[in-house]
């Protein structure tokens, strides 16, 4: 089973930045795809934004051209760079990995998740 571990959230001004991490162990990290998904107060869980085995990526439409998704098989991490940050991008932050090789945009699909990472924008 693997661990997924979330760093780098924080509170930040509308129009500020941020970078999220999610440190991966107990498992070959470079053979799944992984995503992002957020849930935001009384909002259910969703996708942000994906990376596949092999590097594609995808994003949700609200988040496009703001936010980057990326990974490192080296340090078996994932990384969520997010500028242009608005308060509607308030919310708690999760990594997740599917046990297959490219993103989906459903949370069903992915078979293990970090605790998450408290994301707070300010106006």
């Known amino acids: 089973q693997v661990q997924l571990v979330e760093s780098g959230g924080g509170l930040v001004q509308a129009g500020g930045s941020l970078r999220l991490s999610c440190a991966a162990s107990g498992r070959t990290f470079s053979s799944y795809a992984m995503a992002w998904f957020r849930q935001g107060p009384g909002k259910e869980r969703e996708f942000v934004a994906g990376?596949?085995?092999?590097?594609?990526?995808v994003y949700a439409d609200s988040v496009k051209g703001r936010f980057t998704v990326s990974r490192d098989n080296a340090k078996n991490t994932v990384y969520l760079q997010m500028n242009s940050l608005r308060p509607e991008d308030t919310a708690v932050y999760y990594c997740?990995?599917?046990?297959?090789?490219?993103?989906?945009?459903?949370?069903?699909?992915?078979?293990?998740w970090g605790q998450g990472t408290q994301v707070t924008v300010s106006s």
């Open positions: 990376i596949g085995r092999f590097a594609g990526t």
């Open positions: 997740a990995l599917r046990n297959g090789a490219s993103t989906r945009l459903s949370a069903e699909d992915y078979t293990d």
